[in-house]
């Protein structure tokens, strides 16, 4: 199985922050990555495809990079809705597999 | 646009079977491949596992000696079947149309269903 590693577990940041989230695979996924954002109480929420391809609707202030085992999510000024817990996601190999995941709070 | 929601009992037994539904509407379920993921209260998401358009299935290791899934394309629904539950397999459960035209990912996702065990 492919391992996804999350880092930080947890952040705190203030709205207009820039705010970097890591996901490390336990071997090389080229680009196959994807990125979810959960709400409490909600189901996860579809982001970022491909490790940089942002899905449709998704507002641009979300980006992605990376490429074989080091991966990147940032947001660039953090907005009141973007406070959730943040999920990274293999979709190289089955089993698929995903990281711990990060939660995001206010400061 | 495509909808996705989960059903089923919301306790079971421990050591019996948890069998959750998942209709689809706003599009035809044999056009589309379809995973189950589940989540323990307060803890990360775990995929169970995945059917395909032509009914082709692949399983998490961990799971696949007691899962099934399976669809219904009759009532537009996709289903799991899990045996010898335990308390360990308590979880919201949410089922994911999983697109895949080049890479893939899970969307939709259903409002998802807690199943928890009662003796």
């Known amino acids: 199985d492919i391992q996804m590693t999350q880092s930080p577990s947890s952040l705190s940041a203030s709205v207009g922050d820039r705010v970097t989230i890591t996901c490390r695979a336990s071997?090389?996924?080229?680009?196959?990555l994807n990125w979810y954002q959960q709400r409490p109480g909600q189901a996860p929420k579809f982001l970022i495809y491909?490790?940089?391809s942002l899905q449709s609707g998704v507002p641009s202030r979300f980006s992605g990079s990376g490429s074989g085992t080091d991966f990147t999510l940032t947001i660039s000024s953090l907005q009141p809705e973007d406070f959730a817990t943040y999920y990274c996601q293999q979709s190289f190999s089955f089993p698929l597999t995903f990281g711990g995941g990060t939660r995001v709070e206010i400061k | 646009q495509m909808q996705l929601q989960e059903s089923g009992p919301g306790l079971v037994k421990p050591s019996e079977t948890l069998s959750l539904n998942c209709t689809v509407s706003g599009g035809s379920i044999s056009s589309y491949h379809w995973s189950w993921i589940r989540q323990p209260p307060g803890k990360g998401l775990e995929w169970i596992g995945h059917i395909s358009y032509s009914g082709g299935t692949n399983y998490h290791p961990s799971l696949k000696s007691r899962v099934t899934i399976s669809i219904d394309t009759s009532k537009n629904q996709v289903s799991l079947k899990l045996t010898s539950v335990t308390a360990a397999d308590t979880a919201v459960y949410y089922c994911a149309r999983h697109y895949a035209p080049q890479y893939s990912w899970f969307d939709p996702w259903g409002q998802g269903t807690l199943v928890t065990f009662s003796s």
């Open positions: 491909g490790a940089s």
């Open positions: 071997q090389t996924i080229i680009k196959y």
